[in-house]
């Protein structure tokens, strides 16, 4: 009896040893070491190249196009397919989308009119444009599950359709789309409560928010700090009722629609991740990035993971079964757990996550926003933390992306427009410096001074309401940057001065090198000079935005753009 | 308890070895007098799995990074 006692003891250690960190880095270890899946032949020829992620020798891997040239990806995040919730009685989350998602309904140019009653206006063919216009190569893309899959087990074509016409617009416009599963304190299924405002809440459909009863109440004004929210997103991370199963379902019904279209750059897993009851690093090690290796292992057939059952707890060394997407050729932007945003500090080990080689780490950039010093009332410019400053996230990011194995992406990074000078600046100087792109939160947006929109809240006063009211001067002066789209030279450095719009950049390369393509926006008017380059080329297109070309001729080379006063477009 | 816990949460992991190492010490030189000699081994290899994975996952860190 005794004997019995012991053995079933020693198998329980040895049980919780290999589903917990032990078995954890067992399995990161093995799959640093598996070869890479490759795609048996080139991607069908589209519009936009491929994009890929490099991985350089002792260097942080980056993302590159067909080439293998470094891509710089800048852009937006418009907020117009977000299932948000809309009304008066918030006893009644259930409110259908409030924006048609019938692609017929934008069809020909066609846009519904915005309203005040809902935060953000519907996502039309002439923001992508707009956008283009700007100097932007690329759109993040935020969607909601509760709208791909309203009822369990069956997927919306309608909002596919949705999703795919803006896929298209942004492929007509030269736009790469960042495919973003979103989310916002998990669902507005949360339910209503003291402090809810479910109108920021989106995420999950109504079935696979499970609160167990726990009251949907918000804390020190933070919507994640919600029992309710805490429960539901538990239930999501230990699969409770298959949950987790139909998530990465809805994924493969994404991927499989877009597998062969190289507009889509690639998917945002899970957008902000919330841990719910579990603390970091567990959170991130056991429970997050495990689920990413399932969804990789899923969608491209690859098995990093052990072969487990479904349909409940999957424990961290688990992998997935193949869905059949065998989408081999897209990139996968990993988002931190919600904490490092808080922290600007790793959240996790680190461990590799899939032997998938187009992994991109997304960091999201709120410092001084939601940044302890932020929930201390602390004002920016004379905050106690963090203590490494803005470069402390970045610094950091750079190490976690080399450990995972992953590219970096700033994912999401804004502000209130009064802080631009300080944050956004601020931001953007560190993005030039790492080298990374980056997606600006948010495209456009209702409401007051201090809404977050690139572009003035539209005037409610008029009817038809616009989408928008102006370009916002300052966000303009310093989004619609000059900036390298793309280079061969991944070790280059370049600097864009948003007072003067002068412009520098410093590279090296060999004779035979792909060409280093730098995006000049209408905005800046500055003469250019190289040297060290065959015979730059520019096209300008008829907004004034310039695109430039230059093949290096072998060794140290350099872009210049002269100081010259900028051209806002502002209303224009 | 300290062994599982260190498993999952390795910051545990450390305490549970000094902790198992102390009590097995303890209960060899009590004759017989003190029990749980079984959980407390089975608390030291816990706590000595979960030391090691974090040294390991700790050390991947610092040279992957």
């Known amino acids: 009896m005794r004997l019995v006692a012991r053995l079933v003891a020693a198998l329980l250690v040895l049980g919780l040893a290999a589903f917990t960190y032990p078995g954890a880095l067992a399995v990161s270890m093995v799959v640093r070491l598996t070869a890479p899946p490759m795609a048996a032949s080139p991607g069908p020829t589209g519009d936009l190249a491929w994009l890929h992620v490099e991985h350089p020798a002792q260097a942080r891997p980056y993302i590159a196009d067909e080439q293998k040239r470094m891509v710089l990806l800048h852009g937006a995040i418009p907020a117009g397919l977000i299932d948000f919730w809309t009304g008066t009685d918030q006893s009644r989350p259930n409110s259908p989308p409030f924006y048609p998602i019938d692609p017929a309904a934008y069809a020909g140019g066609r846009c519904p009119a915005n309203s005040p009653a809902i935060r953000y206006p519907p996502l039309c063919r002439a923001d992508l444009n707009q956008m283009a216009e700007l100097g932007f190569n690329s759109v993040r893309l935020p969607l909601s599950w509760s709208l791909l899959e309203p009822e369990r087990g069956h997927f919306s074509q309608t909002y596919l359709d949705r999703v795919a016409q803006v896929v298209d617009w942004a492929r007509a416009a030269g736009l790469y789309v960042i495919i973003d599963m979103h989310q916002n304190a998990y669902s507005r299924y949360v339910g209503p409560g003291t402090g809810v405002d479910l109108s920021y809440l989106s995420g999950a459909p109504s079935w696979a928010t499970l609160t167990d009863g726990f009251p949907s109440r918000v804390f020190l004004g933070q919507r994640e700090l919600n029992p309710a929210v805490f429960e539901a997103d538990s239930n999501f991370w230990y699969d409770r009722d298959g949950i987790q199963d139909e998530y990465i379902a809805t994924l493969a019904f994404l991927a499989k629609r877009f597998r062969d279209d190289s507009t889509v750059a690639g998917y945002s897993l899970f957008n902000e991740p919330w841990p719910g009851w579990n603390l970091p690093p567990g959170f991130e090690d056991l429970l997050l990035f495990p689920f990413y290796r399932r969804v990789i292992d899923a969608i491209t057939g690859i098995h990093d993971g052990l072969p487990c059952w479904t349909g409940l707890f999957m424990p961290a060394p688990c992998g997935y079964p193949d869905l059949g997407v065998h989408d081999v050729r897209h990139l996968v932007f990993l988002d931190t757990g919600l904490l490092r945003e808080v922290t600007d500090f790793p959240t996790h080990l680190g461990l590799p996550v899939s032997s998938y080689l187009n992994l991109v780490l997304a960091v999201h950039a709120y410092t001084h926003i939601y940044t302890f010093d932020a929930l201390a009332h602390q004002k920016p410019a004379q905050a106690s933390y963090p203590w490494g400053g803005y470069e402390q996230s970045y610094s950091l990011a750079d190490r976690e992306a080399k450990a995972l194995g992953a590219a970096l992406f700033v994912a999401e990074f804004g502000d209130s427009p009064s802080d631009d000078s300080l944050i956004v600046a601020n931001q953007l100087l560190e993005q030039e410096k790492h080298e990374i792109g980056f997606a600006f939160w948010t495209w456009k947006e209702n409401g007051g001074k201090s809404s977050w929109g690139m572009f003035d809240a539209a005037r409610t006063d008029v009817s038809p309401m616009s989408s928008s009211g102006c370009l916002r001067t300052a966000r303009e002066r310093l989004l619609a940057r000059v900036y390298p789209l793309a280079s061969s030279d991944p070790g280059l450095s370049y600097h864009y001065n948003s007072d003067t719009g002068s412009f520098s950049l410093i590279g090296h390369g060999r004779a035979g090198d792909s060409p280093t393509v730098v995006s000049i926006p209408p905005e800046v008017r500055g003469a250019v000079a190289v040297s060290g380059t065959a015979v730059p080329v520019t096209e300008t297109s008829p907004g004034g935005s310039r695109l430039l070309t230059v093949t290096p001729s072998g060794g140290p080379f350099s872009i210049a753009v002269a100081a010259a006063p900028l051209v806002l477009l502002g209303c224009g | ?65």
């Open chain 2, 1 to 65: 308890m300290l062994g599982l816990l260190g498993l999952p949460f390795g910051v545990f992991a450390p305490f549970a070895v000094w902790s198992g190492f102390r009590s097995l010490r303890r209960i060899r030189a009590a004759d017989g007098e003190l029990t749980g000699e079984t959980s407390a081994a089975l608390g030291l290899a816990a706590g000595l799995l979960g030391v090691a994975a974090l040294i390991v996952g700790t050390a991947y860190w610092f040279l992957a990074s």
